[in-house]
């Protein structure tokens, strides 16, 4: 979660819609879907906890809780 702390500005700009997959703080994966990026993650780090994020696009309204 610190690396999307640290990094919002700079993912919101490159990965408007797009979903990323997280292993140790660290980008491991980008795709259109939670899905897709789960097993390119998971291929490559079978063993790890994988962290999915959505990253959304200026039209979407996130409501954060």
């Known amino acids: 979660m610190d690396f999307l702390v640290k990094h919002s500005q700079e993912l919101s700009k490159k990965y408007p819609g797009k979903y990323l997959a997280m292993v140790d703080d660290r980008l491991v994966s980008i ?9 390119k993650a ?7 906890l994988i962290s999915i994020s959505y990253i ?3 039209d979407e309204l996130v409501t954060l809780l």
Do not use: A, I, T
């Not at 879907?33 to 097993?39: D, G, H, I, P, R």
């Open 31 to 39: 795709g259109n879907s939670n899905l897709e990026v789960f097993k």
């Open 42 to 48: 998971k291929e490559k780090y079978p063993k790890k």
């Open 56 to 58: 959304p696009r200026k």
